[in-house]
């Protein structure tokens, strides 16, 4: 199998800012590497860093330490040139589309390309072509105004595309769109994944935006990375506490299901009737258990579901209820208050 190429790489990167009273600590020591053609999500809280760090990655930000590489090229040894250069070929979108209202849609296409100096001829050509990749082309001499938030964020994603990006960087790009369109838009960013292999960057503080379209994602907590690595495995067992955050039902820890009481969270994969396995493993152990939540979810096209259970207070039942789940391969993660 041919090695990946990494595309992005970040090493030991901080970023600080000086306020009035004292200095401020964004991104503290932030090691990562992007593989070229993949989709890979960044995700966090509000205040995490996400954003900062999604602007030092194409030095709209400098960094005030480390090292940033970006398709082989270390930023800070460019000169303002090559610094435009390199960032036609990191494209952002944007949470709020940032569209030029005076302008249809085909004309904000184009205007990367006008920028670039490109013919007007040619540029009306490849712009055409890129709103029929996006599903607009029977809304080219549309302004902004008249089109809803999911089409003006296609029409972004078109203009991304104008300069033949080989990254894009998605900062909060369906946030603003509602949960249908954001399926939509999301759907559009696989597809042109696929296509024509753009590594894409998902920056979010949604992991349903994560699991439906990441392979790999990192978790950004207070300026330092958490955790990294496939989506379906920090689903299945997430290491940190922003991870269980992000991952368990409701944004809750397993902890914060019951008051006080020994439980358990049961992930299962592929097409498993886990309610199946419930009742079995209660008829088995001859107890009863208490389900507090439960739910599946689509995690880059493959299914996984999720259940908390409390255990029986009783000590030896609960250890078998355990080996009974592990028995059968079922991953479980055994929480104590």
């Known amino acids: 199998m041919k090695p990946r190429r990494p595309i992005i790489q970040l090493r030991k990167v901080s970023k600080s800012f000086q306020n009035s009273s004292r200095e401020v600590h964004v991104l503290s020591g932030v090691d990562l590497t992007i593989y070229e053609g993949?989709?890979?999500?960044?995700?966090?809280?509000?205040?995490?860093?996400?954003?900062?760090?999604?602007?030092?990655?194409?030095?709209?930000?400098?960094?005030?330490?480390?090292?940033?590489?970006?398709?082989g090229k270390v930023m800070s040894q460019l000169n303002k040139r090559e610094l435009r250069e390199i960032r036609r070929k990191t494209a952002m979108i944007f949470q709020q589309f940032n569209l030029l209202m005076q302008r249809t849609a085909l004309k904000n296409v184009c205007f990367p390309m006008e920028i670039a100096g490109i013919s007007k001829a040619k540029a009306e050509s490849r712009a055409k072509e890129l709103l029929e990749l996006v599903g607009l082309s029977d809304r080219m001499t549309s302004y902004p105004s008249q089109l809803s938030g999911g089409q003006r964020q296609r029409i972004a994603i078109a203009r991304a595309l104008a300069t033949n990006p080989k990254v894009l960087l998605c900062d909060e790009a369906t946030s603003a769109l509602d949960p249908d369109t954001t399926r939509g838009v999301l759907a559009l960013l696989k597809e042109i994944n696929k296509k024509l292999g753009i590594t894409i960057v998902m920056i979010t503080h949604e992991m349903s935006v994560v699991e439906k379209i990441c392979s790999r994602l990192a978790i950004i907590d207070k300026g330092h990375i958490a955790e990294v690595g496939m989506t379906e495995d920090v689903f299945v067992c997430p290491n940190s506490d922003i991870g269980r955050k992000l991952v368990y039902p409701e944004g809750r820890t397993v902890k914060e299901h019951v008051d006080s009481s020994r439980c358990c969270r049961i992930v299962f994969e592929g097409c498993s009737s886990l309610e199946t396995v419930i009742s079995n493993m209660v008829l088995e152990c001859k107890a009863p258990v208490n389900i507090l939540f439960a739910d599946t979810k689509n995690i880059d096209g493959q299914i996984f579901g999720q259940m908390v259970i409390q255990l029986p207070e009783d000590q030896l039942m609960a250890k078998r209820m355990l080996a009974y789940l592990n028995e059968l391969g079922i991953k479980t993660e055994e929480v104590r208050e």
Do not use: H, Q, Y
């Open 38 to 71: 993949e989709i890979f999500g960044i995700i966090g809280m509000s205040g995490a860093g996400k954003s900062t760090l999604v602007r030092c990655i194409n030095f709209l930000e400098k960094p005030t330490n480390g090292e940033i590489i970006v398709d």
